[in-house]
């Protein structure tokens, strides 16, 4: 591993070469066990580096042969942390260090040259020390590419398998599936920007899910919740027409204008249930019904229905376009006698 600290104009090396000296052949090799092509040599790679946000001098490593490394002074001393089980030819395909502690890491393995298409999450809270081997609820043959962990919840983990994409709500002890509309294909890295989900895919180019800040907090006890805002801004739109892109380019659709607000019932709710929003110390109350008309008419609600008798629960999503007065503008005066023309008037 090499440290640059110029943005590259020179770099330093500090680590030695952190793969495997030597290892067995793996058995799916089969009869080819004994030739050349597969006589151990030292040639793997550092794969995945993981930094850690919560202390600058701990690093991960791990090498696409099946080992894990940890510095604690950032490169001078390294220590082999591999879980037991993981043997060569696993590939330490991404790691992630946490950002709420710098004893706790995760590690998605690759196992496909082993022909052991199961998932392997790994995750450890002493340094290395131990590991948990966190896949439950991911499926067989759902091999994992990346994991990464939610800059802003604690606990919230996101992952990429070879077909979708998955959330623990629980730091990796179950998984949920993610995929909502996007297509099976196989995910190769995850990230968070803000309250976006990004995702990288393997021929299906890039995939954003908007606003995960319902998935960071938590619904417990009340019937009825308004989940906290995504954090929206108030802009000027540029009036000039832009020239469209033509009809062959990729494009993406992008999320709604306005502020979108969840409510969320344990409950269930169906029919024209309102929604009041407050406006500042004035409280100027506007209010939209999913059946009728309003002052402020927003989006049909995204909700499931479950039953014969029509019983909706879960989420509503809907877009809120705040109505706020303009900024005011300066006012004018007239100029002294010495000037010319109007000038604005000074602000007290």
Known sequence: MWKTRDGGRRWSEISPDLTRKTWDV?????????SDEARPEQRGVIYAIAPSP?????????????????????GKTWRDVTPAGMGPWAKVSIMDASHFDAQ?????????????????????HD?????????NGLPDGGIVNVVREDPRRKGLLYAGTEQA?????DDGDSWQPLRLNMPATSIRDLAVKDSDLIAA????????????????QDFVGAPVKLLRLQQAWRVRWNQNTDTPLPPDEPTGKNPPDGAIRS???????????????????????GTSRAGGSGPRRSSPPRRACTGSSGTCTGRRRRRW???????????????????????PASTP
């Open 26 to 34: 793996p058995e799916n090799v089969g009869k080819y066990r004994g």
């Open 54 to 74: 919560a202390d600058e001098r701990t690093i991960w490593a791990g090498t696409d042969d099946g080992l894990i490394h940890v510095t604690r002074d950032g």
């Open 104 to 124: 706790t890491a995760y590690a998605a393995i690759n196992t496909l040259r082993l022909d052991d298409l199961r998932p392997h999450i790994y995750r450890t």
């Open 127 to 135: 340094g290395g020390k131990t590991w948990f081997h966190a896949v």
């Open 165 to 169: 994409v998955y959330v623990s709500f």
């Open 201 to 216: 895919t393997h021929g299906r180019g890039f995939w954003i899910l908007d606003d995960v800040e319902p998935l960071r």
């Open 263 to 285: 409510p969320m019932s344990r409950a269930g709710w169906c029919g024209d249930s309102p929604a009041r929003i407050a406006q500042g110390p004035s409280a100027t109350r």
């Open 321 to 343: 376009s705040p109505s706020i007065p303009s900024p005011p503008f300066p006012t004018t005066r007239r100029a002294s006698r010495a000037g010319r023309g109007r000038c």
